[in-house]
């Protein structure tokens, strides 16, 4: 007994003596009413100081594992062995798989993340659309953090708000009246970052018989995942250069109602393609005539290279309240922070407040508070700077190197973090993925992203993470191998 | 013009008077090719350094709303003024009241934190039963951040895995194996708190016919409003002393068939009881008798002041599956640190991933670590110590105050943060809130926590976050005030 005891770094002594201890009474390798060795033996037996017994002990006593006889040391409690269930009654195993409902049984055959290919070490990947983290200015998310508690570490540990933490809401509201949104009878929701926000507005609109929805063809995965999952029926339109095909689009709303429409107008995922101001406008007063609210993802709107400023549709639709804006910096600035917004209605975010405090209470005010030091000190645009200096000049080295090496039909994307890639209409993106990846190198299949199945010949480059070389190794080899698989 | 720049402190002056040139930009003050002061001449006008300026129009410069002509000055963008709606269409405006869905007006209506009594100042407030932030040790929660931020900063701050940050999840596996759990076939994932994990579960059980789920009565508010939102069916079986009325519960049972039982075994709210390892053993029993899985609300189960060990139920069940325990620290810890787990049968967690990964990728890294790091640097051990001795002493206290002074028919709760109140039948607790309010004292009636609408006569004491003094001053102005109204 007791030589199997390691010491581990980084937990104080006593601790790892407590648990020790505690995981010998339940495993029953320490009986009922059993004698301990005295703190003077058990601490030579451990090799650690009789101080850390002693507190072990005084802990284990609290807990009622333990207890001591004066003058005659220390014993396991009678009732310190666990109940554990009646020894004759056979533990009742069910099967969960049988017991899933619908929407979990579908949010695990969507989950394409249990099924993506994994990168092994060594892989050159364009699978991600991560931030890169190199870019993380730690020393002033340290100082926000440090300022912020100092300011008021004890509120930010208790409860907070379901709007929001105050002065991360009133700093957000400043900062998309500076995009132009005209704020009367607007309020704010913040959220788990984007992906919640979507969710509790889908779950929060009312919907005829299931619910439609119009939007992008390709468009994000995750808002496609949660529009099914929340059982609407998806009607995707093709792309132009500029943005969605307005033509298709108005044939579309001509022949069927919808309840919403979905557009990412900005850095489109998976695209890359930024809807002009004209298109801009034009959607809105074409989703007005038809009396369809439009779900606005910001998405990536603040990683723009170039100089000309393109106000968001929310901004556009001036006192008009038809737009319901998800924002994020989860790109832009740190992912692991999961802190969003929705930006809409006065009334609806009222009842959107209940269904977050429903889902969740409300957002972690500790990330709250430290984004809002964060930005409060101004490190958005200093770090903005770097970003957009440093994935321009990314863009156009992967750019350079796709227009030399592959041999695509069509190449989008116009900045951001990706790049979309067309192929002739026979091509296959899976196959070509299968023999890249036995070469080291992979990339996002982009048929994930089409409402309708289509998109086998397509696939999404991000480049955030990929150093400059790696950029150039892969991108010939992806070429290379397409070119050959095209008989070239 | 200029002279309505006011300079606030706390935010880069650069930055101020960016925002403010912008919002001139945007309202129209300053108009299309407009030239713009020089540097030197509006640091003047604002009071700033004349760089302050130069750093403004660089950045604005960027952003695409001024530019810039050699030797000739700064002037605003001709395409920087909003495009807004066309001037000549009115904006669409719709009444977003008619399109919410059915759940997000249950939401409102079960919204109780909408029209809960609002505590004016000097108010003595006994409806919190969050912790008392004067024991928060914040240089130990300072000390945990930068330590993991020390050591993978970059980390935490990028995407994390939608089960959770593996180190705080092998801590809390360990956490639980200590409290007699048998691992075997279990698995974790971490949720936004207590609530997103509750709700993730039952949106992901599947129900015959709308869901039908047994549970103690009165119980857990949130619990009511969220099982009511995912649309089940809720039976109520009264409490006894020491838990749940175990003849009542089984006649339940015999009758109708259950999707799942909830329960909070410990310090219940809101009747503070702790149900017995006796009566534990049995309910496992029973229900694994009748097939039916048990969702165990872990609540406040690490506040108990007495030395004696009660395992909980999924503790007991040792190899059985049939148990979904639902932890958090909130009550016990930080509520605004946003971070509770699920330990459950591995299938049903494989399902609950994907599930958290639609609703919310994943809980923020920055909070799993900082929590990780503050439990293995040993401070819960510490932290519990102080907390548990103070808690027990209020309890304590206020237990005294209410034998004192209360007419009450049942007085019940072993500790925890609150005391739970029956008056006679036919006694109402909202009038006696409504008496108290008006002399400056607040407390929560009982009946929201029932489930079938009783509970007029009953009312929950928080007493966590009320000094001593108040307490005493509050309770026997309940108790008198409750005695006037009887008649006594």
Chains 1, 2 share one sequence.
């Not at 890359?272 to 609210?293: C, D, H, M, N, W």
Request: net charge negative; charged share 25%.
């Amino acid at each position: 007994m007791f030589n199997d005891f390691r010491l581990a770094a980084g937990r104080p002594v006593y601790i790892q003596v407590r648990d020790y201890l505690k995981g010998l009474i339940l495993k029953g390798a320490l009986q009922s009413e059993q004698k301990l060795p005295s703190t003077r033996e058990l601490g030579e037996l451990l090799g650690v100081s009789r101080n850390s017994v002693i507190s072990a002990y005084t802990l284990l006593e609290e807990e009622g594992f333990i207890y001591a006889q004066a003058g005659r040391g220390s014993y396991v409690a009678s009732d310190a062995s666990l109940p554990g269930p009646a020894a004759d009654a056979e533990p009742w195993r069910m099967d969960w798989k049988e017991r899933m409902s619908r929407q979990a049984r579908q949010a695990v055959e969507l989950d394409h993340m249990k099924r993506g290919l994994r990168a092994e070490k060594g892989t050159i990947s364009f699978t991600s659309i991560a931030p890169d983290e190199q870019l993380f200015d730690l020393e002033n998310v340290k100082r926000a953090f440090l300022d912020r508690m100092a300011m008021e570490g004890r509120v930010l540990l208790n409860y907070g708000y379901a709007k929001g933490y105050k002065p991360l809401m009133d700093y957000l509201l400043n900062y998309m009246e500076s995009k132009g949104v005209d704020l009367q009878g607007k309020d704010i929701l913040i959220t788990n970052g984007f992906t919640e926000g979507l969710d509790i507005v889908l779950s929060a609109l009312h919907r005829e018989s299931g619910g439609a929805v119009i939007c992008e063809n390709p468009t994000h995965y995750t808002a496609i995942k949660n529009l099914k999952l929340h059982g609407f029926e998806i009607t995707g339109i093709p792309m132009d250069p500029d943005g969605i095909d307005l033509e298709r689009l108005e044939e579309a709303l001509a022949e069927r109602a919808y309840d919403c429409a979905y557009l990412v107008p900005s850095y489109h995922n998976p695209t890359g393609i930024v809807t002009s101001a004209e298109k801009r406008l034009a959607l809105l007063q074409l989703f007005s005539r038809y009396r369809i609210p439009v779900i606005e993802d910001g998405f990536n709107e603040e990683l723009r290279y170039s100089g000309s400023h393109v106000a968001p549709l929310i901004a556009m639709a001036g006192t008009g309240n038809s737009v319901v804006y998800l924002g994020s910096f989860s790109k832009v600035l740190f992912p692991g922070i999961r802190v969003g917004w929705v930006l809409a209605d006065r009334a609806l975010i009222d009842s959107l407040e209940s269904v977050k405090r429903a889902r969740s209470i409300h957002t972690s005010t500790l990330d709250q508070s430290l984004l809002f030091q964060y930005l409060q000190n101004g490190n958005l645009e200093k770090y903005l700077k770097k970003a957009r200096m440093e994935y321009k000049r990314k863009y156009e080295w992967t750019k350079a190197c796709c227009e030399r090496y592959i041999p695509f039909s069509r190449l989008s994307g116009s900045g951001g973090l990706h790049l979309f890639i067309e192929f002739p209409e026979d091509f296959d993106t899976w196959k070509l993925l299968e023999a890249c990846s036995e070469q080291g190198v992979i990339f996002t299949p982009g048929d994930m992203f089409y409402t309708d199945g289509r998109g086998r010949n397509t696939m999404r480059i991000g480049f955030s993470r990929v150093s400059d070389e790696d950029i150039g190794t892969g991108i010939r080899l992806i070429g290379e191998t397409a070119a050959k698989m095209m008989g070239n």
